[in-house]
Nanobody, 126 residues
Framework: QVQLVESGGGLVQAGGSLRLSCAASGRTFANYAMGWFRQAPGKERDLVAAISRNGINTYYADSVKGRFTISRDNAKITVYLQMNSLKPEDTAVYYC???????????????????WGQGTQVTVSL
């Protein structure tokens, strides 16, 4: 069982930055690939970024490439999402999720993930 708690969301002006954190419980964090998803009102939950168990492999949605960076600290059992050059279209609830998978693998779809956080709101104003 893994419990995930996101933090770091808030209101920011366009062009600004936020750093989301996702703190996990349990000693098996290193067995999970991690992902950040987002969901805007009336839209589907989409993958923003993912990172493998050892942190070597990453994935970014085209819409955030070059602006967002996903990282993890297995010792601190925490995954981060650094978001720079934020745009109004980045406004959404952001969720972190954990996928039990083999070393080096990434999860790309919501149904590949086993555990979810409660979400944190990110609002980007003009």
């Amino acid at each position: 069982q893994v419990q995930l708690v996101e933090s770091g969301g808030g209101l920011v002006q366009a062009g600004g930055s936020l750093r989301l954190s996702c703190a996990a419980s349990g000693r098996t964090f290193a067995n999970y690939a991690m992902g950040w998803f987002r969901q805007a009102p009336g839209k589907e939950r989409d993958l923003v970024a993912a990172i493998s168990r050892n942190g070597i492999n990453t994935y970014y949605a085209d819409s955030v490439k070059g602006r967002f960076t996903i990282s993890r600290d297995n010792a601190k059992i925490t995954v981060y999402l650094q978001m720079n050059s934020l745009k109004p279209e980045d406004t959404a609830v952001y969720y972190c999720a954990a996928a039990r998978t083999f070393q080096g693998a990434l999860g790309y779809r919501p149904n590949e993930y086993d555990y979810w956080g409660q979400g944190t709101q990110v609002t980007v104003s003009l």
